[in-house]
């Protein structure tokens, strides 16, 4: 049975389109996966004709019919703007992943995004992933102690603001880098084990 996964947080720049394509490339490893671009700029649905390995599908508009695609998973990559699909996907979302940078504006964002997954009491079911983090700062800990007081999963794993993960869109993947390729395993291990 497909599972779907939702990439979403209502503010721009943090990632999703790169943190949705690198899963969806590491998880295409061994299983059958495709990409729902819902993003009108269409950031992956320009990649289609450079991936290989999994499958990306531009913009669809009927919610009910993304069920019946013959996939393993379906990564469903969302605007940075709150639009009126949103609470559908939400509904029929296995995992929401809602990637965040530590910053204050970043964390005041969330705010309504997290409200909307709450809404639909799919509180459990999400995955905060703190994405694009610069290293030796000790703003992430103090937004990772405010986020706290949301009671939503936090992954374990940090994905740091490396060049590899923003070539990796280019290159079909993380190269030339075991950093990254280590904490990309380590939060694709998490994603499937909360999907279990």
């Known amino acids: 049975m497909v599972k779907i996964i939702l990439i979403t947080h209502q503010k721009g720049g943090v990632g999703k ?110 995955l905060i992933v703190f994405n694009m983090i610069k290293p030796n700062t000790t703003l992430t800990l103090d937004i990772l102690i405010d986020i706290e007081e949301y009671n939503v999963p936090v992954a374990k794993t940090h994905i740091s603001d490396l060049v590899a993960f923003t070539r990796s869109v280019l290159l079909k993947g993380i190269v030339c880098s075991h950093n990254a390729q280590r904490q990309l395993d380590s939060l694709t291990k998490e994603v499937l084990t909360k999907l279990i």
Do not use: C, M
């Open 17 to 126: 389109s790169t943190l949705t394509f690198n899963l969806a490339q590491n998880i295409s490893q061994n299983t059958r996966v495709a990409v729902l671009d819902f993003d009108l700029q269409g950031s992956l649905s320009q990649l289609k004709g450079l991936v290989t390995d999994f499958d990306i599908i531009p913009y669809h508009d009927n919610i009910e019919e993304i069920r019946n695609l013959d996939f393993d998973f379906i990564f469903i990559d969302t605007p940075p703007y709150l639009s009126n699909q949103l609470p559908g996907l939400i509904k029929i979302a296995d995992l929401i992943i809602v990637p965040t940078k530590a910053g204050v504006l970043d964390l005041l964002a969330i705010e309504n995004t997290l409200a909307l997954i709450k809404k639909q009491n799919k509180g459990k079911d999400t």
